[in-house]
């Protein structure tokens, strides 16, 4: 059993950007947030309840599409080396693990995430269930640290969850360009996409009646309390979630319910909100293949296969580094 947890993340750093992703989003009208300071331990705890939410139709259709499709994405890939960003517990790609073991074809498997608890955890139970594929985890930020991806063999890059659509159209193209950067011809990208659908059902999953969605959102707000010394009134704010149908998104937003003043001391910066001002804490775009293929092309990956659960709900597309 060979496990290898190499850290790359900053704390310091991580600490630093965070002030400056502060400054650069609420400093502006309108107000926003970039969705990664969602993620903390008590955050990514929330949203793991999300994911087992009956409303929140996402990850019961990817899990689908693995379980009845991951010996041919295994076999169409040909990659002897699997890397999953923002990996998490990595419980969805233990199908795939499974299906790449049962070819014989795979000898190490690399765990990308920020958490490095979470990341050390998985990359054990991973290692006992696959004694015969070395374990290399990474603790980084699939944004940044795209350069310390392992090199060598082909390689299937597997990007899970819908993420790609936390992103917005410039992130896309800026991260999309910089990952096929680091693939060589022959290797993959395996991209999990939500697909365009009714505002309804979109809007069901995105304000469970139980009110998970709205405290992960609001975690945001902790953990510029935390981190950054902030007096966020939480109970101060609405969790508000739309359909974009012009730009086909969901728009997850806290709304302030009355006029207040903000101090985040770590950001040096101190913002008045209106009653009814508004912060955009994450966004999810729904996709249409035809959309995604362009963007895909344009960043030089070629689409291969894709998979979708039978609803037509979601999406897996493999996109092959175009030969040079």
């Known amino acids: ?8 993340h900053d704390a310091e750093r991580a600490a630093s950007t ?3 992703d502060v400054r650069r989003g609420l400093g502006a009208v309108p107000r926003s947030l970039p969705p990664k300071w969602l993620y903390d331990d008590r955050g990514s705890a929330l949203f793991e309840q999300i994911t087992r939410l009956a409303e929140y139709y996402p990850f019961a259709r990817e899990h689908e599409i693995l379980r009845d499709h991951a010996a041919e994405i295994a076999a169409v890939s040909g990659a002897s080396t699997l890397i999953e960003l923002g990996s998490g517990t990595s419980e969805k790609t233990r199908m795939l693990l499974d299906a790449f073991d049962a070819t014989g074809q795979l000898e190490r498997f690399s765990p990308v995430d920020v958490s490095e608890s979470t990341l050390r ?3 054990a139970a991973i290692a006992g269930r696959h004694p015969g594929v070395a374990v290399e985890a990474i603790v980084g930020d699939f944004t940044l640290h795209l350069a310390h991806l392992p090199r060598g063999g082909r390689r299937m890059v597997a990007f899970l969850g819908g993420t790609i659509g936390n992103l917005y159209v410039e992130e896309r193209s800026a991260f999309l360009g910089a990952l096929a950067d680091q693939l060589e011809p022959g290797d993959s990208l395996l991209l999990g996409t939500d697909l365009v659908k009714s505002a309804d059902r979109l809007i069901a999953a995105y304000n469970d009646p139980g009110g998970v969605t709205a405290d992960f959102v609001r975690n945001s707000l902790r953990v510029l309390n935390r981190e950054l010394d902030a007096d966020f009134d939480l109970d101060s704010f609405a969790y508000v979630p739309f359909w974009d149908a012009t730009l086909e998104r969901m728009d997850l937003r806290l709304r302030a319910e009355v006029p207040q003043r903000v101090a985040i001391p770590g950001a040096g ?3 008045d909100l ?8 994450e966004i999810s ?3 249409r293949p035809e959309l995604l293929d362009r963007e895909l092309a344009h960043a030089g990956l070629t689409v291969a296969s894709r998979w979708t659960d039978e609803a037509g709900d979601f999406a897996l597309t493999l996109a092959t580094k175009a030969e040079a």
């Open 285 to 287: 775009t729904k996709f």
């Open 121 to 123: 955890e998985a990359a």
């Open 274 to 281: 209106a009653m009814g001002e508004e912060i955009r804490v």
């Open 269 to 271: 910066l101190a913002i």
């Open 1 to 8: 059993m060979s496990v290898r947890i190499s850290v790359v």
């Open 18 to 20: 965070l002030a400056d």
